[in-house]
């Protein structure tokens, strides 16, 4: 390695520089000593553009190593010196260091964006919508570079996903189909007079996303944002920042224009920044209770509008006459995807005392049987916390569980599937039983796969003890008895409720919380009203009959 290599490397040790290929954890290591095989026309690119990141990496990897703030349709690195470590999951190695964004990151991204509302918001309905079939369309086509990216960014294992990508396109194009219908409203008054409504965009709105559904964050914010002539400026979570990036160029060559959708990277100190820019309309928000309260604080001192995807401890009912294999997969569902880290996760999963037993010896033998590995292999059905941190916080809630009385059936432990992975953070799925509703386990979010199962005896007590939360995210019921299903269904106060499934979200259904789990829907029709305003005009076609 040429010593202009080793200076550039010391002078920006967030900017990658690598020839690698193939698997992820070996790339674009900001450390000095690692596997980077530097030749000699990287040597020469970069002695002419050293603020560059240069590889020849292929597949996820690639997306590591280039400049990740997207300014007025280009890939940028900030202003703001400051930088962060991002580590993959997988094995807990570092990626990279990423530049954060300062002040006038900040300002230029929703300067931009302000600059191109006046365009987009002129373009009609239909011609906005075409540009997100397309772009929904692109999103299929390089479904697998995404997957494949939001594993090395996520941990999670990659046929889900793939699963969260085929999701995400659908919702660009179902966003994409809505916008020519968006329309106000004729009202016909007396004496021929009469009034219009129109839906018109709010204007730029920021989005900031957590870290467990980084492209769904995304799709899910930007898409109705825009098909409504809103443009938009999102700050990834900082243990995430790769596909959102991705989602720029997509869009760009979809044909939005320049400017209508930017990214900056960044942690809290930026989502700050976004969230108090005075000329930001709207913000969108996914990740915890306590950050979503200072968002709105935020919103509130600049009377902005708000949406707000927050934390949940969502319950999961089980009657005895269920069909048991469907409420023992559905309870499972409810836990165990993406390591847990779900926020409509059914985490107190109540079961009737009459059929306990039986519950109790399929879903621990089924638990059991789930593959924790390389969240890169087909059949790995766990892969790896998101970080240590997280890891630690998982397990720490798995010591009070016990320490509080309740007994772990299984799972609960940190695992370490193959060498390679030892770095990385991967926790075997715990079941809790004897939990009781007092339980710090069973009243907190952990965030983690640890499944608290409750007994209960009658229709109005599980009732009014899954109601007994702060939380209203989700929640499912499961029973044969329709009657019982839909009077279940309206008692229970939550924004998303499951009956003889859990965790689906297809297109069109809407998403959102009741109580502290949140403001606003997503995913649904509703969003369109939420990312539009509403001007009403009245038209007086005689004269003016003044009382003065
Ligand atoms: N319910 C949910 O959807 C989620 C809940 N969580 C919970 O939150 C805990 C902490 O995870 P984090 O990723 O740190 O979640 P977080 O809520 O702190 O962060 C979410 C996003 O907000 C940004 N942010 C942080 N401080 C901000 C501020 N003052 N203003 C504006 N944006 C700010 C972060 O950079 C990130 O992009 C987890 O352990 C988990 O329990 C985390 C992610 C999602
Ligand atoms: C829609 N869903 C449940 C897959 C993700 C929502 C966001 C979250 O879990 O933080």
Not at 217 to 233: D, R
Not at 255 to 264: Q, T
Not at 435 to 445: L, P, Q, R
């Amino acid at each position: 390695m040429n010593v202009l290599v080793w200076r550039s490397l010391i002078r920006y040790p967030h900017r990658c520089m690598c020839t690698v290929t193939g698997s992820s954890s070996q790339v674009c290591h900001n450390n000095l000593y690692l596997q980077i095989t530097m030749n000699v026309l990287v040597w020469r690119s970069l002695i002419r553009s050293p603020h560059r990141c240069m590889c020849t990496v292929t597949g996820s990897s690639s997306q590591v190593c280039h400049p990740l703030n997207y300014l007025d349709g280009q890939r940028v690195d900030p202003k703001c010196t400051q930088t962060f470590d991002l580590r993959e999951p997988a094995t807990g190695k570092s990626l990279r260091f990423v530049a954060s964004s300062n002040e006038e990151d900040v300002d230029m991204a929703v300067r931009s964006a302000r600059r191109e509302f006046k365009a987009w918001k002129k373009f009609s309905g239909f011609e906005r919508g075409n540009v997100l079939k397309k772009a929904a369309n692109i999103i299929r086509m390089r479904s697998e570079e995404l997957a494949r990216t939001e594993v090395l960014d996520t941990g999670k294992p990659i046929y889900e996903a793939r699963m969260d990508i085929a999701g995400c396109a659908d919702t660009v194009d179902y966003y994409g189909g809505m916008a020519a219908g968006i329309s106000g409203e004729f009202l016909q008054l007396s004496n021929g007079n009469f009034n219009y409504t129109m839906r018109e965009p709010l204007g730029v709105v920021g989005g900031i996303g957590a870290w467990n559904y980084p492209f769904q964050m995304a799709t899910w914010k930007s898409s109705p944002a825009l098909a409504c002539g809103n443009t938009f400026v999102f700050k990834p979570s900082p243990f995430t920042p790769l596909t959102a990036v991705m989602l720029g160029e997509i869009y760009k060559e979809a044909g939005l224009p320049d400017g209508c959708y930017n990214v900056i990277q960044g942690e809290g100190e930026t989502g700050a920044l976004l969230g108090n820019h005075p000329d930001v309309n709207k913000m969108t928000f996914t990740g915890s209770v306590p950050t979503g309260t200072k968002v709105m604080e935020a919103c509130a001192k600049g009377i902005k509008h708000v949406g707000l995807e927050l934390g949940g401890k969502s319950p999961c009912i089980i009657f005895n006459d269920s069909n048991l294999d469907n409420a023992v997969s559905g309870a499972m569902m409810a836990n165990f995807f993406t390591q847990g880290q779900v926020c409509s996760n059914g985490t107190r999963v109540f079961v009737q005392n009459s059929i306990m037993g039986p519950f109790i010896a399929k879903i621990v033998e089924r638990t059991k049987n789930m593959k924790i590995g390389n969240p890169n292999h087909e059949d790995t059905k766990v892969g790896a916390t998101i970080s240590e941190e997280q890891a630690m916080k998982v397990l720490a809630y798995v010591d009070i569980a016990k320490k509080e009385g309740a007994s772990v059936l299984c799972g609960g432990e940190r695992v370490v599937p193959e060498a390679s992975l030892s770095g990385g953070y991967y926790m075997s799925p715990c079941i809790l039983v004897n939990c009781e509703d007092h339980m710090t386990v069973v009243k907190d979010e952990i965030f983690g796969s640890v499944m608290s199962v409750l007994g209960f005896d009658t229709e109005q007590e599980v009732i009014s003890r899954a109601n007994d939360t702060e939380f209203g995210l989700a929640a499912g019921v499961f029973t044969n008895d329709l009657k019982r299903a839909h009077r279940v269904a309206s008692e229970l106060e939550a924004g998303s409720l499951y009956v003889n499934n859990y965790n689906v979200y297809p297109v069109g259904v809407p998403f959102g919380g009741y109580k502290k789990s949140g403001l606003g829907r997503e995913n649904g029709p509703e969003a369109l009203d939420l990312f539009t305003q509403v001007k009403s005009v009245y038209v007086e076609m005689g004269d003016v009959e003044a009382p003065f």
